[in-house]
């Protein structure tokens, strides 16, 4: 049973829809997370805060992806087998969809920005109370659940989005769901300020306020016109034209939120070139007896490229243990060096796979050369 009294009160405030109880182990050795076995809150909250190091700043809220085309990459992924393992990640909810379709048995979103820990931590909380998408949905956005919310079982993402879309949102409900939010992370165990709790009722004030509509923003910087909403995230297709979104079908919302309630998606603070977290988790997945399978990368790389710090990246990527087939995901943007020869038509961005075996050899001229040597074809 999800235990604690702040989650107890979380699932009496959900309007319509029953909490689910599943095992927690306190104790649980990090050995047995490779299996079915959970982790306790505890075990979740020091895990979280023994691979973290200090956070540093990056000019965009990052609430959504910027990357329309991120599941581009999926039938690859699946052709190639990449199942199973670790997954590692950066940035929001994206990581999601990789996850669903990996089914790693333990994931860590990793971000350079405390607050991609502080939203994941209300991404989880708002997905252990919702046992369908369009509740998941629903509370995200601070709408009302429809009537039988298990009746959508089978519904579309594009259905369940246009359900958000025409619902106003409600005050009461949000309130409600903000003194839960803050109950049930508090209720994790993991080191919390009261800066962090606004941080958490800010984030879930923009996803209220916008709706599905919510755009990727950057400070300082005018908006793009490429820059997708989040309604478009959710109802994207793969290249095959087929909805492909943690949220488009029951079966991946619910192999996300089993990982989220058994607490195995665990953020994390920390540099992709820092001294730190990308060591301590290599520790962490040998205890665990786990091999790396997919690092989503996002464009990071080529931040840590200009700063001078990419080969340190790929002295940390050569410490995490990794399965022979491992694979780097990355997304490349043409304006920092022209079209990818592995663009899709009608979308700015190009996602990719590489082996992590490529990344791993070091040796690049370029960033260009990063972005394209050794690319796995995506048909």
Known sequence: MKAGPAWILACLLWAGSACESHTVSAGTSLRAVGSEQALSDSAFAALSARISEAGGFFDTDNLISNERGYLKVLGALDRDGIRGGAYVGVGPDQNFSYIARIRPSVAFIIDIRRDNLLQHLLLKVLMEGAPTRVEFLSALHGRPDPPAPESWMDST?????????????????????????????RAYGMDLSDDDLATLARFHRAFVEAGPGLRFTTFGRPPRPYYPTYRQLVTETDREGRPASYLADADAYRAVRELQLANRIVPVV????????LRE????????DVRLTAFYVSNVELYLWRGGGFGRWVENLRALPRSEDAVIIRS??????????????GYYATQTLQPASVLAEGGFSSY?????RGIIPLR
């Open 368 to 372: 260009w050369e990063v972005v394209t």
């Open 270 to 277: 920390g540099d992709l070139a820092g001294p730190r977290a």
């Open 281 to 288: 988790l290599g520790r962490v997945l040998r205890e665990m």
């Open 332 to 345: 490349y943007f043409p304006n920092f060096g022209g079209v990818h020869p592995a663009a899709t038509p």
């Open 157 to 185: 993402i594009v259905s369940i989005v246009a359900h958000v879309d025409g619902a106003p949102a409600d005050s009461s409900r949000v309130a409600e769901l903000r003194v839960a939010v803050t109950r049930a992370v």
